[in-house]
């Protein structure tokens, strides 16, 4: 994966990216190795988004209820933890990731698809019947998905401010357990977003140590405590318990680290000089 | 935060506009700024603010007493309940100090300190580059769950202070009851304190979680005449609330009814504190509205128009009970009957009654979801609220109410000078433990 830095300009599309997009100091040049880094981070959970999606929206068809049911939660954290990128395509974004309550006419809104229209009729429902159509579009989104994000130069704005905006999904929708209502999965979301925001942090860590250690000793902490916290959770399949078993405790404690995360992170993009 | 030997009005509210400013008025000033030729410099457009000479007025931080409670209410009132995110007795202390520094910056007033605009800006903006007080009271209180073992103050809690217990005509919503601290916001207009409670949230996201809040306002009147009375603001009710208040200008009387006393049965670091009684009380205003207004009078024990008794002239004017053993002129279960018996013994029970209306949008059948932000001040909770509510318990005025949240707490004591913070006495008493 090694390559020169020409030729990871010319393979991510930054020779075209507007010269406003970086600070005027030399350290631009600094942000070129953490985002093509990125890209390919971004570019493998895509893969395994795709491959998970076959098999998910697969079993949807045979029938299989308690495969597919199985195969919900792993496949969505893929999505959950690149959303920063995804979001960047809103009418993909709508199809693949849209909950109930973006919809005026609720379940039986005729776009209401994706991933939580088929919790809604795994969990709730308890049926695979009728979803084909809805399995097929899905798979196809994430072709979709896959084919964009691959033809995309990465704005260096949007990579950074990535990990805030993680942030403020998991202290919006995910400590509330609103996002996976029926499937109560919410933890495997909540890490998917948690690992994209740290993701993101470690990858452009070293520029933010020179201008501002206590920063990155402050996040760090707070990223660990999260961590420390969902960890007990975790079940022997690798899995997450359902949310309604977190602890009123736990919830309360990861609402302080999850919220100072977002405050700290937001200021990460002017930290490395980007507008 | 005023000391009750000093003038309770505002530091600049020489020039007496004190009712005129009542800010909810922000539309009824901009109102008459239109009608008053003499005001009407030009035509006035659309989108332009209306106006108030009333930004500048501010209340002293530093008293023997937190500001917010003899203090006469402005127009606008928020009450929000925190849980407290502090791991720990030394973090409990920065969360303190930093509340301290806030409240102090919001109730000054002062330029919001500009920064490189790569960052997210310090200060929402909502009052412009530079904060105006507008009144600003900001009043911090404690519930009884933050004298458990987390902070190690569990010897230093207030005697009475309890987790509130429901009455029997309340339908508590857990999400709108309790929490470990409260902040009373209070000011001429709702953006100023939804401007103060926003500067709170953005600079302590580890330190406090809001868990319910509630904004609420007081109908504002035109101003009286020297000579006239004053008379108590009405509530969604439409009676006038609050006649029977103590007089908040008595030092001696609010000594005795709302501050706890050095060298009383609580804790010495109490001492110039209060309890804060908070309920969140639905009317049933659509019901209400459709009842004769004779019933209405009978059920409150007040003149609706008036507020007098019914053996008075003035709202002012106390019933005479003796007068009337049996209840043939005010009900014996009337509400101002139940609350102030008017005995001997029942001046021990006496409350400084605090309250706004609120209005929270529509009920699922199309019924308005609007009523009372309660809020009450005495210095002894199980003398005081308690005792009177539950002598309220299965009035006739409960078919028209509904509580369903709120909580009690204790009003910590004024911070004294620079020196002092909020909540110093309460931090050293839980060290020394000798409280």
Redesign the interface.
Known sequence: MKKSPLALLLSLGLLHAPVSAFAADNSALDLVQPISDYKIYVTDELDKLGTQTQAFTDAIKKGDLEAAKKLYAPTRVHYESIEPIAELFSDLDASIDSRVDDHEKGVTAEDFTGFHRLEYSLYSEKTTKGLEALADKLNNDVKDLQTRVAGLTFPPEKVVGGAAALMEEVAATKVSGEEDRYSHTDLYDFQGNVDGAKKIFELFKPQVQKKDAAFVTKVEK?FGTVDKILAKYKTKDGGYETYDKVKDADR??L???V??L??DL??L???L??? | MSDSKNSNTPVDAQRRRVLMGMGAAGVALAGSALSCPAMAAGEAQVAEAPKSDKTQDRHDYHGMHQSGIVTPRPAAGMMVAF?V?AADHKDLERLFKLLDQRIKFLMTGGEVQEI?P???PVDSGILGPVVTPDNLTITVSVGASLFDERFGLEHAKPKHLIQMVGFPNDALEPALCHGDLTLQFCSNTPDTNIHALRDIV?NM???L?VRWKQEGTVPAQAPKKPSEPAESARNFLGFRDGSANPDSNDNKAMDAIVWVQPGSEEPAWAANGSYQAVRLIRNFVERWDRTPLQEQESIFGRKKITGAPFDGTTEHDVPDYHKDPEGKLTRLDSHIRLANPRTPESQANLILRRPFNYSNGVNKNGQLDMGLLFICYQANLEKGFITVQTRLNGEPLEEYLKPMGGGYFFTLPGVKNDQDFIGRSLLQASKTKNA
């Open positions: 707070n309360k404690a609402i302080g680290p919220n100072t977002a405050e937001s200021t993009r002017g930290k000089g980007l507008n | 849980d995110l490189d790569k960052l997210p953005k996201p580890d330190l979680l």
